[in-house]
């Protein structure tokens, strides 16, 4: 059972106001908040994540920067999305809003159709750790840790044996091409290797959604190209869904769809 229906039966806030609601139809969510059963299975006919009406500003002084005016963007599983957008436009602000990493300022984040703004921190934090995974442009990998131990730590944390951690994350690694690798400190691992534990990391979980940013940024051309190859294979291979902000239109041309920050809003490319 996925962490989002473990809570499913979390009080949530009453339907959405009407013009919310078309975007919710459009998205197969159900404005109708029901007994809470139909939030019990994951839903492959929903989109896992859906943004609606996302705004965020950040105060600077006097100033209020508005970065996101009603950003809306549903995702399917097994779907990858590339945001595409210029510096400062919003692509992390959004990746973290998606993650619950922030809060939005006004706005909903749903995850497998569940409302997030009425969760505890405590809700959200599991929430995030079952069913979301992160890759960030630089790795954030423990030093001082392997990087079999990198990628077991989450899973020990949510309370997996030490026996399980190192089963799965040992498969992790093999998959991704690391299987020499797995007792070097992160800190002796090259660029690319580094990125591939981060991204063996951020799916031990097996969360339901991948939130990259930049995830290649730092890397050579070819490099990149064998990380993000790595990556869209264990995408495609476990029915992830992705959003993955980059400014490598290559990468880009490859994902199933590109959407751009335009005056915060989110606006389909082609
Ligand atoms: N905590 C903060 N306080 C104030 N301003 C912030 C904060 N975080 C982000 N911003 C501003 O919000 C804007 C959007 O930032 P964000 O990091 O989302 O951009 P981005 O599209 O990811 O850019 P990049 O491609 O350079 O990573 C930027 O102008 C940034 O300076
Ligand atoms: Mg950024």
């Known amino acids: ?25 459009q998205a197969g969510i159900s404005t109708d908040v029901g007994s809470g059963d139909e939030l019990a299975s994951p839903q492959q006919d929903a989109p896992v994540l859906f943004l609606s009406g996302i705004e965020r500003h950040y105060r600077q002084g006097d100033a209020v920067l508005e970065i996101l005016k009603g ?9 990858s999305v590339a945001l595409v957008a210029p510096s400062g436009a919003g692509k992390s602000t959004l990746l973290h809003v998606a993650g619950l990493l922030e809060y939005p300022d006004s706005g909903e984040v749903y995850i497998d159709r569940l409302a997030t703004s009425t969760l505890s921190d405590g809700q959200r934090t599991r929430l995030r750790r079952t069913e979301v995974g992160f890759v960030y442009q630089f790795h954030h990998l423990l030093p001082e840790f392997s990087a079999l131990e990198n990628v077991m730590l989450p899973q020990m944390i949510r309370g997996l044996s030490r026996r399980e951690a190192i089963n799965r994350s040992t498969e992790l690694l093999n998959y991704l091409g690391l299987k020499d690798r797995l007792t070097h400190r992160s800190a002796e691992l090259s660029g690319g290797e580094q990125q591939r534990v981060a991204i063996a990391r951020a799916v031990a979980n097996a969360p339901r959604i991948l939130l990259a940013d930049e995830p290649t940024g730092n890397l050579d051309p070819r490099t990149s190209e064998r990380v993000f190859g790595a990556l869209t294979q264990l995408v495609r291979a476990s029915g992830l869904a992705m959003i993955c902000a980059t400014h490598n239109m290559d990468i880009a041309a490859r994902m199933d769809r590109r959407v751009t920050l335009k005056d915060g809003a989110v606006v389909e490319l082609e």
């Open 1 to 25: 059972m996925s962490e989002a229906a473990a809570i499913a039966d979390t009080p949530r806030s009453g339907p959405p106001p009407g013009k919310e609601a078309a975007a919710h139809a």
């Open 71 to 79: 950003a809306e963007l549903a995702v399917w599983p097994g779907q």
